[in-house]
């Protein structure tokens, strides 16, 4: 969280427009990230909230969907490497498990 508050207090002092913070490797199932996660909401104000998935982890998908919506209220999927029919249903169940639009799909 002291890393994300002052990634935001530079951006702010630099006059950028844009801060992307990216919590890469978070897995639903563990504890301490997702506490993280939610310290991190509760004392930087974010914009919006956006949970990449990888669609090749297809069913998943889902569940990781599921929990991080429940846990940090996300604003938005992005989905990767959705370059197959098979992996079209991981992006139709995200969706509808979480109530959340998808904001960008790759191919990569």
Do not use: C, W, Y
Request: proline share 1%; aromatic share 2%.
């Amino acid at each position: 969280m002291h890393i994300a508050k002052q990634a935001m207090n530079v951006a702010i002092s630099k006059l950028n427009d844009v801060v992307i913070l990216d919590t890469a490797g978070r897995l639903h199932i563990d504890e301490e990230l997702m506490q993280e996660l939610q310290n991190i909401k509760q004392n930087v104000k974010l914009h919006e909230i956006l949970l990449v998935v990888d669609s090749m982890t297809g069913q998943d998908a889902v569940n990781v969907g599921e929990v991080f919506n429940e846990r940090l209220g996300i604003d938005g999927v992005i989905l990767t490497k959705l370059d197959g029919d098979t992996r079209g249903g991981a992006a139709l169940s995200v969706k509808k498990v979480t109530g959340r639009p998808i904001k960008f799909a790759a191919t990569r």
